[in-house]
C-alpha cells in the first residue's frame, strides 16, 4: 500500500534539478495516492496545499531545500491523514466500556479480540461480551480469541437479544471490578446499508452507554469509506474508528484519507489476522514510514531549530546595523546553534547582504575551542536570566558567584565576559569592513 511513495522520495532525493524534482515529486505522489483509492479532489487539494507552501514560504538558509520540501510533504501528509497528534487510546476513565460496531467481514470480532489484547498487555483487567448474536460463529470465535489471549468472555448462545446480553455482561464484569469492558455487537448488515446499522446501533448504545464507540472498517472499501465514516461520525457523539486489512490490500490510502475528511478519529489499524497485529495509529509516524525516511525526524527537529536559529540571525542582522546588542543569552543561543549547524561564519554568511566573499569573523574572534565553549557553557548555566539578558551588570562579586557556581576561575568568567563585548564589537565592525571591502573590489 502505498509502497511507490518511498520510491518517489528516493528519486527526489537522487534528482539533481530542484524545480524538476519538485514537479515530477508531486506527480509521482498524486499518482500513488490515486492507485491508492483516494479520491481525486483530495489528492489535488493536497498538492495544491503543497505548491502552496512552496510559493509563500521560503527555505530555511540552513536547511537543504530539499530536505525543506520533504519536511512540507510530510506535515502536509500528515494532516492529510489524520491530524499531526497519535490519538489517546488509553481509558480516561475507569471502568471503561468500549462498543464495538460494523459491518459484517469487516473484522470487527478479530478487532474486538486485538484490543482486548492490546489493554490487557497495558496492565488492565479487560473483559469481553459477545453480543453478536446474527452471526452464528460470532459467539465461539470470541470465546477461542479469549482463551487465546486469556480475557473471560460473557456471552449467551442461545439468546438472540443483543442490547440484553449487553447490559448482562457489562453488570457482570462490573460487579467484577474489571476495568475495560469491550462489547462486540451484531453488525449484520452490508455497505450501502449504513442507516440500519446505525440505528441498531442506537438501540445498544441507548441501553448500555458505552464511553467510547468504535466503527470497525475494512480497508478495502478504499474511498467508500467516507460515507460510513460520516454518517457514523455524525450520530456517535463519541465515536472513534479502527480501520482493518491495510495489510492486505492497495485501497488502504483512499479508507485512512477519506475517514480522516470525515473528521473522525482513527484510533487503531488492523495489520494483519494475528492477535498482535494492531496498530495505534499515529498519521505521523504513518507518513514518516510511507516517506521511507527513518530520519525524518531529524529532519522535522532540525525545522525547529532552524526557527531559534532564524531568530539569532536576525538579532545579528540588528547589531550588525547598529541597532541593539547581543546579550549573553544570545550568545548561548549561539553557542548551541554553533555545535548543531556549524561555525559562527556559516550563520553570518547566510544574513542578507552579507556575502560570503567576506572574510570569515570566526578565523579570530569567533572560533573556539570546544573546551572553551564547555567552559562558557557552564558559567552562563549559574547565571540568572537577568545576567543573561543584562551583561552589564555582572559585576566582581557577581563573577565571584558565578565562578563558584560552575566550578570555574574568575578568569574563565572574565574570558567569558571579554568573549561576549568582542563578538558585539565584532559584528557592529562588519559593516563597515564590508563597505570597504565593496570600495577595495568594486563589488
Ligand atoms: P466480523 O464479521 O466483522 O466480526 O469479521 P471477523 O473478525 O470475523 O474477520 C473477518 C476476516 O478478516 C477474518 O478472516 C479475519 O482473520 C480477517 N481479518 C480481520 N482483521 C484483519 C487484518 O487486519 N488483516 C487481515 N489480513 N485480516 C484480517
Do not use: C
Request: no cysteine.
Amino acid at each position: 500500500m502505498l509502497d511507490n511513495i518511498k520510491d518517489a522520495v528516493k528519486k527526489f532525493l537522487g534528482n539533481s534539478s530542484y524545480d524538476k524534482a519538485v514537479e515530477e515529486f508531486i506527480k509521482d505522489l498524486q499518482k500513488a495516492l490515486i492507485t491508492s483509492d483516494v479520491k481525486v479532489s483530495l489528492v489535488l487539494s493536497l498538492s495544491n496545499n503543497i505548491k502552496q507552501r512552496l510559493a509563500k514560504e521560503k527555505s530555511p538558509s540552513v536547511m537543504e531545500r530539499k530536505e525543506w520540501f520533504i519536511s512540507i510533504v510530510y506535515e502536509e501528509l500528515s494532516k492529510f491523514f489524520g491530524g499531526d497528534r497519535a490519538p489517546n487510546v488509553l481509558p480516561s476513565k475507569l471502568p471503561y466500556v468500549i462498543m464495538m460496531v460494523g459491518v459484517q467481514g469487516s473484522g470487527k470480532t478479530t478487532t474486538t479480540a486485538k484490543m482486548a489484547y492490546f489493554y490487557k498487555k497495558k496492565g488492565y483487567k479487560v473483559g469481553l461480551v459477545a453480543a453478536d448474536t446474527y452471526r452464528p460463529a460470532a459467539y465461539d470465535q470470541l470465546v477461542q480469541l479469549g482463551k487465546q489471549i486469556q480475557v473471560p468472555v460473557f456471552g449467551d448462545p442461545s439468546s438472540k437479544d443483543a442490547v440484553g446480553i449487553s447490559l448482562r455482561g457489562k453488570e457482570e464484569f462490573l460487579s467484577q471490578k474489571f476495568e475495560v469492558i469491550i462489547i462486540d455487537t451484531a453488525g449484520r448488515h452490508g455497505y450501502g446499508e449504513e442507516t440500519s446499522l446505525l440505528e441498531e446501533m442506537q438501540s445498544i448504545y441507548d441501553a448500555v452507554k458505552p464511553d467510547d464507540v468504535i466503527l470497525v472498517i475494512d480497508a478495502s472499501i478504499g474511498q467508500k469509506a467516507y460515507d460510513l465514516a460520516s454518517k457514523f461520525h455524525k450520530v456517535a457523539p463519541i465515536g472513534s474508528i479502527v480501520i482493518t486489512k491495510m495489510d492486505g490490500t492497495a485501497k488502504g490510502g483512499g479508507a485512512l484519507s477519506a475517514v480522516a475528511a470525515t473528521g473522525a478519529q482513527i484510533k487503531f489499524i488492523g495489520t494483519g489476522e494475528k492477535v498482535n497485529e494492531l496498530e495505534v495509529f499515529d498519521p505521523r509516524r504513518f507518513v514518516s514510514r510511507l516517506l521511507g525516511m527513518g530520519d525524518i525526524n531529524t529532519i522535522i527537529e532540525k525545522m525547529k531549530e532552524v526557527e531559534d536559529y532564524e531568530d539569532l540571525q536576525k538579532k545579528m542582522e540588528d547589531v550588525i546595523e547598529g541597532k541593539g546588542k547581543l546579550t549573553l543569552r544570545d550568545i548561548y543561543r549561539q553557542f548551541v546553534a554553533l555545535r548543531k549547524m556549524g561555525p559562527l561564519s556559516k550563520i553570518l554568511q547566510h544574513i542578507p547582504g552579507m556575502g560570503v566573499n567576506l572574510p570569515s569573523p570566526s578565523e579570530d574572534q569567533v572560533k573556539l575551542g570546544e573546551d572553551k565553549i564547555k567552559k562558557f557553557m557552564a558559567a552562563m548555566n549559574s547565571m540568572t536570566y537577568k545576567e543573561l539578558d543584562n551583561p552589564s551588570i555582572i559585576d566582581r562579586s557577581r563573577i565571584r558567584r558565578i565562578a563558584e557556581g560552575s566550578g570555574l576561575t574568575a578568569e574563565d568568567v572574565r574570558e567569558l565576559m571579554r568573549q561576549y563585548e568582542a563578538t558585539n564589537k565584532m559584528l557592529k565592525t562588519l559593516k563597515k569592513r564590508k563597505k570597504d571591502l565593496e570600495k577595495m573590489f568594486g563589488n
